[in-house]
């Protein structure tokens, strides 16, 4: 079931959002030298990795390594990237992702491939089996401003607890975060 209604509203939602997200594209096009898209190498379900799709909101020159590592993250950030990550545009193309399976709409969020701390933790509480998504548990309570270990606290209690309904709550509260721009730190 959760499969059908992750390809049922990504397809949708493509579709109603389609004229933003060219938008977005010509808007990430003509600021900035680079690709449209940013494709990074991610971990996925039972640790495989996958090509994940985001709109690029940083500088060709960035260098590859989580955003939380990284001293001052807003000097690489492109002229419409600061705006495209506090609204999220930026994540629309991992729609796509979602289509093809790699990613469901609500999961534990993917690891970079070198965020070795994080997938050694997942593992070990088997969250590593369950297909990462768009949004999680652990986003809607605290996204980027959580530490690790405590991500992946959340991301076992979804584990534990995981349902449709919750699905629908974390979906729902994902939607009011993003309006309210709540949890967003670059």
Known sequence: M??????????????????????????????????????????????????????????????????HLMTDPEKYLTPVGGFLRKTSLDELPQLLNVLTGDMSLVGPRPALFNQDDLVELRTGKGIHQLVPGITGWAQINGRDELPIPEKVELDAWYLANRSFALDMLILFRTFVNVIKRDGVSH
Not at 16 to 27: E, I, N, Q, S
Not at 53 to 58: A, P
Request: charged residues 20%.
């Open 2 to 67: 959760k499969r059908i209604f992750d390809i049922t509203v990504s397809g949708l939602v493509l579709i109603v959002l389609l004229p933003v997200t060219l938008a977005v594209a010509l808007a990430v096009k003509l600021t900035s030298k680079g690709s449209v898209f940013h494709i990074s190498n991610r971990v996925g379900r039972g640790n495989r990795i996958f090509r994940m799709f985001k709109f690029r909101t940083m500088r060709v020159d960035t260098p590859h390594v989580a955003t």
